[in-house]
């Protein structure tokens, strides 16, 4: 559908009439953009802009990975959803609405955790990384599978009024671990605790677009080996030059195996309550319908059931939701066990 005879067929030409006209682009440009296939890693506040975005100019395959559902939290600043898909997995809303805003293109949603046992996996066959998540832990574990398997990555992060960007290119620059491999992520604010304004994660991603499109269309990024600082309350850009640790366990001389992910992770709770992430060792195949039918005898109530992924809540205050690739996420579960055991009862998955 999309090329023609190795040519843009006439909906495309007209679909990207202003864009062909760019002299750094052209029809030549339109076809690598086309040709080109991009990882969106976390479709929140930035991954919403950057798949936008990256779609409408053309991208030919985004493949989209997250392991949350849509909240009303969401809605101020993640602006591919609506009211209407509060409770759909943030991938499968995704993919529902960029087919709408580009049908040319192909769009792959994967409801999964980001982690060091996942990885590797979820960039393969990839030709860039463009960062949209909004926590440290899987950032580092995206940065190590892309220095392993030599591919970009446009790293980019927004908090309160302020952002930053760089461009990671394997072998070439400095990678993330470099200069953030120490950082402490309990000591780290969070959307939910300080807050963001959208127009600062707009420009963040606008940003992070441009340096995409210059890989994918074979030109050096602007920011290769250099940090972006953008501060919106002061109007500022400042360009930081950032120097490759000798002694970093990804890139250095002496590179160190990556730790081996617990399948259990505590993420940054909501309303105050604990919240636990589970991630299969293997990604499954899970028949929604099957687990739809254990909820009752477990008390618990659906309350959305989608393509990807069985939403439920319970009176004492327990909401989980299961996807399909067997990723869970329960909150108000009082502790890990209660989380596993909750786990297994839907699945019949133990989880060490």
Known sequence: ????????????????????????????????????????????????????????????????????????????????????????????????????????????????????????????????????????????????????????????????????????????????????????????????????????ISVIASIQVSEAVRIILGKKPNLAGKLLYFDLDELTLEKINLAKAEACKVCGAHPVSAAVDDPVEEICGRSGKRVFTITPKDWLDLKLGEIEHKLAPLNLKKTLSTGFGLTFSEEHGINGSVFKTGVAVFEGTESRVKATELYRSLTGIVIE
Request: net charge negative.
């Open 1 to 200: 559908m999309a090329l023609h005879n190795g040519c843009l067929t006439p909906d495309e030409l007209a679909y990207y009439s202003r864009q062909l006209v760019l002299a750094e682009i052209g029809s030549i440009g339109q076809r690598k953009l086309k040709e080109a296939r991009v990882l969106i890693a976390g479709v929140g506040g930035l991954g919403c802009q950057l798949s936008v975005q990256l779609a409408s100019m053309g991208v030919g395959y985004l493949r989209l990975v997250d392991r949350d559902v849509v909240e009303m939290s969401n809605l101020q600043r993640q602006h591919l959803y609506g009211v209407d898909v509060v409770g759909y997995p943030k991938v499968e809303a995704a993919q529902m609405r960029l087919r709408k805003v580009n049908p040319f293109i192909d769009i792959e949603a994967i409801p999964a955790s980001i982690n060091n046992r996942t990885a590797s996996k979820l960039v393969e066959d990839v030709d860039l990384i463009v960062d949209g998540l909004d926590r440290l832990t899987p950032r580092l574990a995206l940065n190590r599978a892309c220095v392993e398997l030599e591919i970009p990555y446009v790293y980019g992060a927004v908090i309160t009024h302020v952002g930053n960007v760089s461009t990671i290119i394997p072998g070439e620059t400095p990678c993330l671990e470099c200069w953030q491999g120490n950082i402490d992520e309990a000591n780290v604010p969070t959307c939910a605790t300080v807050g963001v304004i959208p127009s600062a």
